[in-house]
């Protein structure tokens, strides 16, 4: 069930929203996304790392046509896609590797 408010209101760069451009072939777009870059801790043999853990989120409707082959540019920045991951909300949810 998607949201019933106007996600474009949600997505809105005046406040925090930034636009990021998906590299899709043959023509890159612009979207509208929430970007966040949080640090997630990862365990690895006695020694615990702090490793980035960036996703955006963004309108589902947006996506068509994107996969995991495409990149995504956020604020001069250049992300693989990795997961997509839909909310069933009308938004979704992409995980980003540098």
Known sequence: ????????Q???TDDFAVQAIINTSPTPRTINVIFESPTEGVQMYETA????APFLKCKTSDLSGVTRSN??????VVYKIGKIA?????????YLKT
């Open 10 to 12: 949600f997505f809105d």
């Open 49 to 52: 790392v702090e490793s980035d």
């Open 71 to 76: 990149t995504v540019t956020v604020n001069a």
């Open 86 to 94: 839909q909310d069933g909300n009308g938004t979704s949810k992409i």
């Open 1 to 8: 069930m998607a949201f019933p408010e106007n996600l474009d």
